[in-house]
């Protein structure tokens, strides 16, 4: 008999695969294996299989045990092992962060059954055990909703399973199985006749579909990119066992999307990939994928793992979105890694947005992508909104709103139209504070100010969780006259029940609203008129279709103007854009009003001008000179610890070792970033900045070793980002 080693990837941080003896179970390359590893017992995925080894046969250890089922074709390896070295990280830890996690695990992965619960009649509180708060709070979820997935009970209470188990006793309740790969709706909605513009741009997508083409699909806000998506898939899956990806910034933020592809594409099987499913429903819809049974996966940026035999196109929605930049383990852009994937298989990739990340349009602008525009609005005589300033040094504003911005609102109110302000702060003010001594509320384990929540009494970290009670006193000197200070959501809205009592009011941020069915339930008010004004953070700012909304109030900017990150203004402009677009959606024309006490900044100008293209020249003109991304390339080395001297210690002797390795990469003096503590660890970075990828990834792959295997390195928390998004 030959010898069979199997090359194992493993969930370990060590840059190298590790080989194991196969005795007899049939085994192929792909597939999950269970070894025994530092006297643990691991899962990991067969790499390669050889008969030599490094290791000494006698010490090679047998494989404990071989899955018979394939989760990574050659395709997913390429795919991962591009990753694992572009990233600087461990390939086993790359591959099988991308596995959902029941394939992680070494029991077999069944696909449990899941279900949905919903009440099938009234039941009497009162006759309930007041003792029993789960079995309350349970019951209560489900008569506000009207149904309730496993994910969501388990999130209110870990003993949900007992509550749910005396309320079917009672009869009161029903149970419905979910099935991943749903039949999806019968068509509810209408076909719009695509017009011109929109043929254009799928023609031209169609024209090159064979072949690998990355397209910038540029279209304002409810141009119809999504019916582009639509109809370009309807063409491309015809073929006979073709896949899509679609990938999406956030899929509890944009139920909408999903619900228009189940209805307009409900030929082919729909699953969707994203942290908010349980992890049997994961595995079921990663499963459905990589056995092809699905035809469309909608996910978000961990979609881009999703192992697909037949992928055929990548679609995009918002490519410049944040969201798609993983921020911790392996620090990947899911853009980019989809850009090489379509590269790597060969097939065209389409990224829709209105207001293209820098680094798209730096790639446009050389013609290594294509540009596809769609400048007007695809519903009938809708236009873009009008954009004013409100110069509140002129005009100030009391509680956070001007005078101008009230009348507008009033104005709508009478017309039944509706209203939104936009504030990108949650919470009730971003600042407590004591005027006799001028002590602030900050958080004690991290450089950060405490947020005031006062329906609850809390004052409340937002970076690290932290919160505890507001304090009766000021603790330095004792004032009883504690301020809130600053605007934000809540407190916002005090303010408008105040002005407009008989207004119907909405408040959504992520206290509000915990879940994409209490979205999609609010959503539906918006469209019933049955809401005047909404407030919200820019949960309201992604693709939803609001007709009857003719205002958008925006009431806090100014510190994103002049705020310390090169991103800002690029973001704040796309943000802006987007939450713009929120009105003016139907046959009424729209009105967006902005507060600041800087209308003549250049943003402004782009802004009401509705022009991104010059202004996004601009910007990467400003990019250039300042030799920022993307006309040149960013690593950032993080470290942090108890004690900050160990950072230093740590960075200094990096900087040492780059400076040694490279002449070509800039290599910056270490820093600390504006964030200096975070959850009690104090922290530090490196910025390298390189001329080209190239020059940059040569830097890493001599560095990288000799970081890994420094005795320093060993003793605080660590990581490389590449192409970071912010520093
Ligand atoms: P985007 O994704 O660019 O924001 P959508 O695809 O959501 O735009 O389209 C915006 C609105 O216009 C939707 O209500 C959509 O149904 C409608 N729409 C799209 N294409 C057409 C068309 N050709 N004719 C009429 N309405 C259209
Ligand atoms: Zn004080
Ligand atoms: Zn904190």
């Known amino acids: 008999m030959t010898l069979e080693i199997l090359r194992v990837g493993l969930d370990v941080p060590l840059n190298r695969l590790f080989d194991y003896l196969n005795n007899g179970f049939k085994a192929q390359v792909g597939s999950r294996v269970v070894v025994s590893f530092a006297g643990r017992h691991l899962v990991g995925v067969i790499v390669e299989m050889t008969n030599a080894s490094d290791v000494a046969l006698d010490k090679l250890k047998p494989v404990q045990h071989v899955f018979d089922d394939v989760v990574f074709d050659a395709h997913m390896f390429k795919l991962l092992k591009f990753c694992a070295d572009y990233y600087h990280y461990p390939l086993g830890q790359a591959m099988i962060s991308a596995l959902p996690l029941r394939l992680r695990q070494i029991k077999p992965a069944v696909t449990r059954k899941s279900f949905v619960y919903q009440l099938i009649s009234p039941i009497n509180v009162d006759a309930l055990p007041k003792r029993q708060i789960v079995l309350q709070r349970i019951l209560q979820a489900l008569q506000m909703n009207i149904s309730q997935t496993e994910a969501q009970l388990a999130e209110i209470s870990s003993g949900w399973r007992k509550a749910v188990a005396q309320l079917k006793e009672l009869g009161c309740l029903q149970q419905t199985e979910v099935v991943a790969v749903k039949a999806s709706l019968k068509s509810s909605n209408v076909e719009p006749t695509i017009n011109a513009e929109q043929q254009q741009v799928i023609q031209s997508i169609l024209n090159e579909a064979g072949h690998f083409k990355p397209w910038l699909l540029y279209g304002i806000t409810g141009s119809g990119k999504t019916e582009v998506y639509i109809q370009i898939l309807k063409t491309i899956l015809s073929e006979k066992n073709a896949q899509a990806l679609v990938l999406v910034p956030e899929i509890n933020l944009t139920p909408q999307l999903e619900t228009r592809f189940r209805s307009r594409l409900s030929e082919y099987p729909l699953v969707t990939l994203h942290s908010n499913l349980s992890e049997s429903e994961r595995l079921q819809s990663w499963q459905a994928a990589n056995t092809g049974s699905a035809k469309i996966v909608i996910g978000t940026r961990l979609g881009v793992y999703t192992s697909m035999p037949n992928l055929k196109i990548i679609i995009i929605d918002e490519e410049h979105d944040g969201s798609y ?8 852009h899911a853009r980019d890694v989809a850009i090489m994937r379509a590269k ?17 349009w730096h790639l446009v602008k050389k013609q290594q992508y294509g540009l596809l525009r769609l400048k007007e609005r695809a519903i009938e005589n809708a236009q873009l909104p009008k954009i004013h300033c409100i110069d509140i040094s002129k005009s100030p504003t009391e509680n956070g709103l001007s005078p101008i911005l009230i009348k507008a609102m009033r104005e709508r109110l009478s017309r039944g139209e509706q209203s939104l302000l936009f504030i990108n702060r949650r919470g009730y ?18 450089s950060a100010r405490l947020v005031v929540h006062l329906g609850q009494k809390r004052l409340k970290c937002h970076h690290c969780g932290h919160e505890q009670k507001i304090p009766i006193q000021c603790p330095d000197c004792g004032n009883p ?43 539906t008010k918006v469209h019933n008129k049955e809401i005047d004004i909404l407030v919200g953070t820019q949960m309201l700012a992604k693709g939803h279709d609001f007709p009857h909304l003719t205002l958008v109030g925006v009431i806090d900017t100014d510190t994103a103007l002049f705020s310390s990150d090169f991103r800002a203004s690029e973001r704040l402009f796309s943000q802006l854009m987007q939450v713009s677009g929120r009105a003016g959606r139907a046959e009424i024309l729209g009105e967006v009003l902005i507060q600041t006490a800087f209308p003549q900044h250049a943003l402004f100008d782009a802004l009401r001008a509705q022009d991104y293209e010059s202004y996004a020249d601009s910007l990467l003109d400003e990019r250039s000179t300042m030799q920022f991304p993307p006309t040149t390339y960013f690593a950032l080395l993080k470290a942090e610890a108890s004690d900050y001297n160990q950072v230093l210690t740590f960075l200094q002797m990096a900087v040492n070792l780059a400076r040694e390795t490279s002449n070509e990469v800039t290599i910056y003096d270490p820093l600390r970033p504006q964030m200096e503590r975070l ?22 792959r001599l560095w990288m070793p000799q970081l890994r295997s420094d005795k320093q390195a060993s003793r605080i928390r660590w990581a490389l980002d590449i192409d970071p998004l912010e520093f």
């Open 429 to 446: 003010a971003p600042v407590m504070h004591c005027n006799a001594c001028q002590w602030i509320a900050s958080c004690m384990r991290c």
């Open 679 to 700: 959850k009690s660890m104090e922290r530090g970075q490196l910025l390298l900045q390189a001329p080209s990828r190239q020059a940059l990834q040569k830097l890493l």
């Open 344 to 360: 790597q298989l060969d097939v065209p990739i389409v990224m829709g947005t209105a207001t293209p990340s820098l680094e798209t």
């Open 325 to 332: 930049k993983q921020q911790d383990g392996m620090r990947y």
């Open 481 to 523: 006259d504690l301020r809130p200070i600053g605007q934000a959501t809540q407190r916002l809205q005090q303010t408008l029940e105040a002005l407009f009592p008989i207004a119907r009011i909405a408040r959504v941020d992520r206290d509000s609203v915990r879940n994409k069915d209490a979205l999609t339930d609010l959503l």
